[in-house]
C-alpha cells in the first residue's frame, strides 16, 4: 500500500516531460481563502519553513509539491559504505549528502539543501512568469522534497482566492483565480483540501463553496478548520469539528497555525507542533487525538493511498487505451524518409489506388454523409441527368402557329395537298437541339466529383501524402490537369451525339411507328375529301380568307416577314389545320421519345469512356510519369515542419505511455488491499 503514492510520483515525472494533460492523476488539491492559513497547513506537513511569506496574496503559481520519504542521512551513509544496513534502493538515493533537500523541475540537476534557497527559487520563478506585482500565472512549478520526516504525499497548492485586485493584477482577478482552481479540483481523481479559518463563518467559506461545486456529494473533500487558537474569547470550534455545523463526508480536522510572531521570531516548527498539541489538550480534549498537523499528514496519506487504489483501475484502462490511440497515430504519421524513389512510388500508387476505388466504391474510408465517387456518379446519370430529360416536354415551346408557320414555309408558293415532310424535320430538329444543354450539364457535374474525390483521397485515404505538401499539391495539379484536357474531348463526343440525331432524321426507324399510323390516317382522310368536293372547297375559300386575317397585309415597301407579323389569338383553326398540326405533333412527340431515349443512354457511356475510365486507366502512368523525376524527388519528399514535430511529440508521448503502463504493472493486485 505504501508504494502506491510514489508510483503516482513516477507517473507525474514521466508525464511532466512529455506535457500530458489527458492524464489526470490522483492527487491532492489545496483550496482556501487568501491568508486562510494554507501555506501554514503545508509547512507543518513538510516541518520546514520554505513557501514565500508577506502580505496580501502571496501564492501566485500553482505549486505541485511531492513529498518523498527517504531514510536518514545516516543510515544512506552506511548502505554506501556497504555496512549491510537492508534498505529500500528508491529510499537510499546515493550521493545526496543530506539530511533534507529539495529540487525543481526546471532546475535540472540542482539540488537545495538550504529551505531559505528554496523559498527564494519559488519568488524567483513566480516572477519570472507572473511578473514582480501581485500578477498570478496558471502555469505550475513542480517541487519534490525529500526528508525522513515527511509521509508520502502528492499536493497542490493553489493562489488563495480574492475578491479585489491589487497591483497589476487584472480587473477580473477573482474570476481567473476560481477558474485556475476549478481546473485543478474538477479533475476527478483528485482530493479537495478546503482550509477555512476558525475564526470566520464556515457558511461563508469559499473553499467550500467551490468544492461543493465540483464534488456535489463530497466524496473527496476534506476539511481543514484553521487558526483555532485566534477564536473569540467564550467560543470554539467544537460544533464545526463534530461536523453539527457543515457536515463534510472524508472528515473535518483542526489544526493551529503559527502566528507572525511566531514566523518573525523563527519560532521553529518542532515547537509550534508542541504547543499546538497542548492546545488541543486544553481546549479540544475529546478531539486531541483526532485533530492537529501530524493527524491531518497521517489522515491525507491515508486518504490518498486508498483514493489511488480506486482510482488505479480506471488510470490503467485510460493509460491503455491512449497507448493505442497514439501508437496509431504514430503509425499515420510513417517513417522518416529514407528511399526517395520508393517511397515516392509508394504514395503515387496508393493514391491513384484509393481514387480508383473511391469511384469503384471499394474504399476503405465510405462516406457515411453524403454520396461520394461512383456512387454520385450513379447518381447524376439517372436521378439529375435523368430526371432533367424528362422533364422536358416534347412539344415544349412549339405552339400550333409555329406548326402551321412551319408548313407553309415547306411548300414554297403552292399550297400542298399533303403534309410536307421537311416541316417535320425541321421542327424536330429543334426539339431534339435542346436535349445538348443538360447533356453537357451532365458532364460538368461529373468531372466537379472527379475534383472532389482528389480532396477525398487526400483527406481520409492516403495520411500518409499530408506528410509532404508540396508532393500533395503535386499530385493534385497532375490530377487536375488530366481532367482539364480530357473534359473538352468528352463536350466534344457529347456534343457529336446530339450532332449525330441532328445530321439524319431516321423515319424507317423500326420504333418510329408512328409514322405509319399518321401516314394510313392522311390517305384514309384524303380518300374522303375526294368524295366531299364541296366540302373541300368550302375549306380551300376559308383557307384562301385566312391568311389576311392571320398573318396581316404587309405595308407597301415592306418585306414580309411571316414569323413576326402579329396574328390574332383568338384565330380558329380550319379542321384540315387541325388535321395536319397533330400529325406533326404526333410526329415530333414520337421521334423526340426516340432521340431522348438514346441521349440518355449514350451520354452516360460517353462520359463513362472519354472522362471517368480514362482518369481511372492512365492517372497512375500520368502521375508517375509527371512526379517521378530524379530532380523532384528531394524536392517533393520533404516534409511539413507540423508533421515531423508532431511525430516525435507523438512518439514522446507513446514512449511516456509505455513507461507508465510498465509502473502500473508493478503494483502486484497484493499491493491494492
Known sequence: METLIPTINRLQEVFLTVGAESIQLPQIVVVGSQSSGKSSVLESLVGRDFLPRGSGIVTRRPLVLQLINVSPLQDRLKIENGNGVKLNVQNSYPGVKAEEWGTFLHCKNQIFSDFQEIR?????????????????????????????????????????????????????????????????????NSLILAVSPANSDLATSDALKLAREVDTDGRRTLLVVSKLDLMDAGTDALEVLLGRVIPV???????????????NTQKSLEDSIR???????????????????????????????HHIRDCLPDLKTRVTVLSSQYQARLNSYGQPVEDHSATLLQIVTKFASDYCNTIEGTARYIQTTELCGGARMCYIFHETFGRTLQSIDPLGGLTELDILTAIRNATGPRPALFVPEVSFELLVKRQIKRLEEPSLRCVELVHEELQRIIQHCSS??????????KLHDSIVEVVTGLLRKRLPITNDMVHNLVAIELAYINTKHPDFTDAAQVSATVNSQQAEGLDGGKRWKNEKVAEEKAPAAAFGSPSKGQAINLLDTAVPVARKLSSREQRDCEVIQRLIKCYFLIVRKSI???V???????????????????????LYKQQLLQELLIESQDTAQQRTEVAQMLEALKKANNIISEIRETHLW
Open 120 to 188: 527564494r527559487e519559488i519568488e524567483a520563478e513566480t516572477e519570472r512568469s507572473s511578473g514582480d506585482n501581485k500578477g498570478i500565472s496558471p502555469e505550475p512549478i513542480y517541487l519534490k522534497i525529500y526528508s525522513p520526516k515527511v509521509m508520502n504525499l502528492t499536493l497542490v497548492d493553489l493562489p488563495g482566492i480574492t475578491k479585489v485586485p491589487v497591483g497589476d493584477q487584472p480587473e477580473d482577478i477573482e474570476n481567473q483565480v476560481q477558474e485556475m482552481i476549478l481546473s485543478f479540483i474538477s479533475n476527478p
Open 600 to 602: 440518355q443512354d449514350s
Open 460 to 469: 481520409y485515404s492516403t495520411q500518409e501524402l499530408l506528410r509532404f505538401p
Open 249 to 263: 463526508r472524508l472528515g473535518i480536522i483542526g489544526v493551529v497555525n503559527r502566528s507572525q510572531h511566531d514566523i
Open 275 to 305: 504547543d499546538e498539541q497542548a492546545f488541543l489538550q486544553r481546549h479540544y480534549p475529546s478531539l486531541a487525538s483526532r485533530a492537529g498537523s501530524r493527524y491531518l499528514a497521517k489522515t491525507l496519506s491515508r486518504l490518498l493511498m
Open 604 to 626: 452516360p457511356k460517353t462520359v463513362m469512356h472519354f472522362l471517368v475510365n480514362f482518369v481511372k486507366e492512365h492517372l497512375q502512368s500520368e502521375l508517375v510519369g509527371q
